[in-house]
T-cell receptor, first 117, second 115 residues
Framework: EPEVTQTPSHQVTQMGQEVILRCVPI?????FYWYRQILGQKVEFLVS????????KSEIFDDQFSVERPDGSNFTLKIRSTKLEDSAMYFC???????????????FGPGTRLTVL | GNSVTQMEGPVTLSEEAFLTINCTYT??????LFWYVQYPGEGLQLLLK?????DKGSNKGFEATYRKETTSFHLEKGSVQVSDSAVYFC??????????????FGKGTMLLVSP
């Protein structure tokens, strides 16, 4: 069964460093998402990506964040200069189907735990 | 804006006990509602969903009914197993706010089932 994969499973970095979190979505999916969950808090939407551009983003997704689909299979989230408050579990998700089919399932990866020291 | 509120965990039950995890929501439009489950070390998996009022989603013995009048989508199971131990997330997708089906999640409720 196809699945979304994410690497690394755990990333430790120093404050101010750049990190890139990697995701491989399900191969025939068209819509891609990043969410994060700070420990003990809600899973929060960061950004959605469709047709090689950002389709929606939340207030959290500021200029320090960027996403890219560099080679047609990977989907990356970059944080340019990490802050302590960026420590969280980051989930990638992908979805097939029509744009306005809100019932279409999003398939999630296992997450990358980012720890900023 | 939209929001989802779940009961605080952990919920601790003995095997074969009845489970209820409460979920209520606030939405501006007519959302679709979901329950996702996360087993230890794994990603979020869709457990069940309902797309309109009075729909009942069901899977693996779990059920939830979309109640528009009470804005609720409580998760129930008649007899839990140890293997049901996981974190359960209630979520909604509101097409009036997001054309790309972004999900709004609750905090998650940890379920621990003992033999």
């Amino acid at each position: 069964e196809p699945e979304v994969t994410q690497t690394p499973s755990h990333q430790v970095t120093q404050m101010g460093q750049e990190v890139i979190l990697r995701c491989v979505p399900i191969s025939n999916h068209l819509y891609f998402y990043w969410y994060r969950q700070i420990l003990g808090q809600k899973v929060e939407f960061l950004v959605s990506f469709y047709n090689n551009e950002i389709s929606e983003k939340s207030e959290i997704f500021d200029d320090q964040f960027s996403v890219e689909r560099p080679d047609g299979s990977n989907f990356t989230l970059k944080i340019r200069s990490t802050k302590l408050e960026d420590s969280a579990m980051y989930f990638c998700a992908s979805r097939g189907g029509a744009r306005r089919a809100s019932s279409n399932e999003q398939f999630f990866g296992p997450g990358t735990r980012l720890t900023v020291l | 804006g939209n929001s989802v509120t779940q009961m605080e965990g952990p919920v601790t039950l003995s095997e074969e006990a009845f489970l209820t995890i409460n979920c209520t929501y606030t939405a501006t439009g007519y959302p679709s509602l979901f329950w996702y489950v996360q087993y230890p070390g794994e990603g979020l998996q869709l457990l069940l969903k309902a797309t309109k009022a009075d729909d009942k989603g069901s899977n693996k013995g779990f059920e939830a009914t979309y109640r528009k009048e009470t804005t609720s989508f409580h998760l129930e199971k008649g007899s839990v197993q140890v293997s049901d131990s996981a974190v359960y997330f209630c979520a909604l997708s509101d097409p009036s706010l997001s054309g790309y089906s972004t999900l709004t999640f609750g905090k998650g409720t940890m379920l621990l089932v003992s033999p």
